[in-house]
């Protein structure tokens, strides 16, 4: 496994843990379709929530969520609406009073707990 996808998966349990902690559900990880995937699908009551989850180990080029620009979440919607559909194909029934997209951004330090921070309704 190359480090990347190794602080990657760090920061995707991190994030998980979070949101569960915070009293969500988690519904999905790692949900993948031909057009991509999605870190996180959560509900928050009666709301599901996509969750992009950005790790980084230094600020050196920025703060990890800063990587999440226009088109990382024009993407993003465009795969929120296909887990929707796979969701509403398996449960007709199932369905949510709204839609919301959120970034986790995870900053591993060398020393001392890595710095979790949410941003609710990021997009």
């Not at 969750?51 to 800063?66: D, I, N, Q």
Request: aromatic share 6%; net charge positive.
């Amino acid at each position: 496994m190359r480090v990347k996808d190794a602080v990657g998966r760090y920061g995707e349990q991190l994030a998980a843990a979070h949101l569960e902690a915070a009293g969500l559900v988690v519904l999905a990880r790692n949900w993948r379709c031909r057009e991509g995937e999605l870190d996180i699908v959560a509900q928050d009551g009666d709301e599901v929530v996509f969750v992009e989850v950005k790790t980084r180990s230094s600020l050196a080029f920025g703060t990890p969520g800063e990587a999440v620009d226009r088109l990382k979440a024009a993407r993003l919607r465009q795969l929120a609406l296909r887990w929707l559909a796979a969701a509403r194909e398996l449960d007709p029934e199932r369905s949510w009073a709204s839609i919301r997209f959120d970034v986790v951004s995870v900053l591993r330090r060398r020393s001392g707990p890595p710095e979790i921070t949410v941003v609710r309704g990021a997009f």
